[in-house]
T-cell receptor, first 111, second 112 residues
Framework: GEDVEQSLFLSVREGDSSVINCTYT??????LYWYKQEPGAGLQLLTY?????DMKQDQRLTVLLNKKDKHLSLRIADTQTGDSAIYFC???????????FGAGTRLAVHP | NAGVTQTPKFQVLKTGQSMTLQCAQD?????MSWYRQDPGMGLRLIHY???????DQGEVPNGYNVSRSTTEDFPLRLLSAAPSQTSVYFC???????????FGSGTRLTVV
């Protein structure tokens, strides 16, 4: 069945790069997403990548996709305290028209 | 442009009570979904709809009902609330060919 896995916690120093990793199982996924959730808020779509792409860059965000290993990563350059949040990886299962989420990675940014 | 609107934001129920969580979107999106979020478990799909009049079950549908009489609205009904339904509920919508779901701000439900 479909499954998305992420590490639960990441701590980085302000100004460093953060890399959040995700693995998924559904090889037929067409889109893969990164969502950000700040405390008490809903989910905000950060970026997405189509399954036929290897990389996507959007300002401080870089998404890398390794389809062979079913591995997705999100790199945040020059991490700031405002980046502290939970980051969710999600795959779009077209067969069921649904998003399948990982458990979320809590990013803590310290001075 | 309101996006996806959920009401109420907070609710406390007693075990056995019923209630309806409201969700409305003003983007003319075809697809709508309900998720629940529990600590350490990400978001799990409860029910979803691919258009008015069409609904289907997700991963955790037991104890919940939905209907989709209009494109805009997708209410979630708790039939007989149980403490295990204490959670944060999110409604989301997506247009045809859209690249991602837009989420509402959530309803925090506590069942005592």
């Amino acid at each position: 069945g479909e499954d998305v896995e992420q590490s639960l916690f990441l701590s980085v120093r302000e100004g460093d790069s953060s890399v959040i990793n995700c693995t998924y199982t559904d090889s037929s996924s067409t889109y893969l997403y990164w969502y950000k959730q700040e405390p008490g808020a809903g989910l905000q779509l950060l970026t997405y990548i189509f399954s036929n792409m290897d990389m996507k860059q959007d300002q401080r965000l870089t998404v890398l996709l390794n389809k062979k290993d079913k591995h997705l990563s999100l790199r945040i350059a020059d991490t700031q305290t405002g980046d502290s949040a939970i980051y969710f990886c999600a795959e779009f299962s077209g067969g069921y028209n649904k998003l399948i989420f990982g458990a979320g990675t809590r990013l803590a940014v310290h001075p | 442009n309101a996006g996806v609107t959920q009401t109420p934001k907070f609710q406390v129920l007693k075990t056995g009570q019923s209630m309806t969580l409201q969700c409305a979107q003003d983007m003319n999106h075809e697809y709508m979904s309900w998720y629940r979020q529990d600590p350490g478990m990400g978001l799990r799909l409860i029910h979803y709809s691919v258009g008015a009049g069409i609904t289907d079950q997700g991963e955790v549908p037991n104890g919940y009902n939905v209907s989709r009489s209009t494109t805009e609205d997708f209410p979630l009904r708790l039939l007989s609330a149980a403490p295990s339904q204490t959670s944060v509920y999110f409604c989301a919508s997506r247009g045809t060919g859209g690249y991602g779901y837009t989420f509402g701000s959530g309803t925090r439900l506590t069942v005592v």
